[in-house]
């Protein structure tokens, strides 16, 4: 069942001299791990922005084409009501969070929305204990470091129990060890909760283990649209300068001398696997 759907989708920014996504037709499956990626600029953040309503009910502009969310026509939703169905977690966490403890940050949007307190209790536990931050809950979020900042900024829109997620490259400012769990805790929500996600990420070798589809842009349009191995193994994606993980790159210069795999790998656990039964044989 399609939970995201657009067609034709075009938006230019009030006062932009040209369109910043162009013909925009792209189909999410409910339940679906959906890597976006694209160079810098090629409209991945504003196609996002289109998602949760932000665009066109706060950016204003030129908004042409369809879009439905959840079954709803986004441009007949306000931002309020699109925001209990996708959640959109932001590149730097501090600019999410602003209360004097966790706790108090994951409550804030469900007391905006007027929800009873000892509802808010249980869901605000519940949060923090999928995103494995229970102990944190009394800090201050100016205390702690970036990678728990950004499993706080995750609780947050968690507690909200969105049907979709967004994430815009929310382990820009992690460094590797931090980014691989943030993606775990991201691929568990996918897993256990069922809950659409959709990571915009430029870190394709450790993100693309996770995925299920993989969306490429370049100037505003989608250019590749299919399974990760798919789209990870084409010609095209080299030519946009699409950072390919390197356990594909690695198969793909094995192919060229000659030694064949059982499969293209995305990870490099899946390079190692592939990697170990070629030296069996």
């Known amino acids: ?125 519940w949060a923090l204990q999928m995103t494995g931050i229970e102990e944190l809950r009394d800090r201050a979020p100016h205390e702690l470091s970036g990678g728990q900042q950004q499993r706080v900024a995750i609780a947050c829109v968690l507690a909200m129990q969105p049907t979709v997620m967004v994430f815009d490259e929310p382990t820009s400012f992690l460094d590797p060890l931090g980014a691989k769990k943030i993606f775990e805790v991201i691929s568990e929500l996918n897993k256990k909760l069922g809950i659409t996600v959709i990571l915009v990420e430029h870190r394709l070798d450790l993100a693309s283990k996770h995925a299920d589809h993989v969306v490429v842009m370049d100037n505003g349009k989608i250019v590749l649209n299919g399974e990760p191995r798919e789209v990870f193994n084409s010609e095209e994606a080299r030519l946009i300068g699409v950072g390919i993980p390197k356990a594909t790159r690695l198969w793909q210069m094995l192919q060229e001398k000659g030694v064949q795999l059982s499969g293209v790998p995305t990870s490099s656990e899946e390079a190692t696997q592939l990697l170990r039964e070629v030296l069996k044989t």
């Open 1 to 125: 069942m399609a939970i995201i759907e657009t067609k034709g989708l075009t938006y230019t920014y009030p006062g932009g001299t040209k369109p910043s996504i162009t013909d925009v037709s792209l189909t999410i499956e409910k339940g679906e791990f959906v890597i976006l990626t694209g160079p810098s600029g090629c409209g991945k953040t504003t196609l996002c922005r289109c998602f949760n309503g932000l665009i066109p009910h706060f950016y204003a502009g030129q908004l042409d084409g369809e879009l439905s969310v959840c079954g709803l026509k986004v441009t007949e939703h306000p931002i309020y009501e699109m925001a209990q169905r996708v959640g959109l977690v932001f590149q730097n966490p501090e600019n999410q969070l602003f209360a004097l403890s966790v706790e108090k940050d994951v409550a804030f949007g469900l007391e905006n929305l007027g929800v009873p307190r000892d509802e808010i209790r249980k869901q605000v536990d």
